[in-house]
């Protein structure tokens, strides 16, 4: 189970972080976050196929077929943890080596769009004043790694779950002969 874990888990992780690491620089320098968070969560959920698709391997090839909902939520727990690891660690490089400005940038771009949507003054205050706060935690890593894992790690959870609901079989599945 831990090789399975691992291959499937690096894939999805090398894939969304791959894919990550293309959005920010390319949604960074057009300034337009909202389809890079578009893009970003559409790459979670592509990469996190690798989590169906570890726990339909496991199921068939190792278990005869059979599998319980807690096994297979516990593999998809794996799968998305090692991901999820990944992705993390590919956006503090990422962050840290080539978009440092990356937060000033975003907070930029959150408060043009709370001025256009046209929100009142004491909104905007506390728009900026998120913002700010924002750029505060980002100055502190541990704070960065987690913010970055609880964007990723419910994706991850939520495909688990419905992966391991899906693919739960008590009983082995009948071949039909005809």
């Known amino acids: 189970m831990k090789k399975l874990v691992l291959v499937y888990g690096i894939i999805a992780g090398l894939i969304v972080t791959g894919m990550m690491a293309f959005s920010t620089s390319y949604y960074c320098t057009k300034g337009d976050f909202e389809g ?23 199921r068939d090839k190792h278990e005869g077929g059979v599998i319980r909902f807690g096994k297979a939520f516990q593999i998809g727990l794996f799968i998305s943890l090692v991901a ?9 490089i990422n962050y840290y080596y ?3 400005d990356f937060m000033d940038k975003y907070a930029v771009a959150m408060i043009n769009k709370a001025k256009t949507s046209g929100i009142s003054g004491a909104e905007l205050a506390k728009k900026t004043a998120d ?15 987690l913010m970055t894992y609880a964007e990723i790690l419910p994706v991850a959870l939520v495909v688990s779950l419905l992966s391991a609901w899906i693919l739960k079989r008590t009983t082995p599945k009948q071949i039909q002969t005809i």
């Open 36 to 58: 890079g968070m578009i893009y970003g969560y559409s790459a979670m959920l592509l990469s996190f196929s690798m989590i169906f698709v570890g726990i339909k391997s496991f």
């Open 84 to 92: 999820s690891t990944i992705y993390v660690l590919g956006w503090l």
């Open 98 to 100: 080539f978009i440092p």
């Open 131 to 145: 913002m700010a706060q924002m750029k505060e935690w980002y100055k502190k890593p541990i704070l960065v790694i």
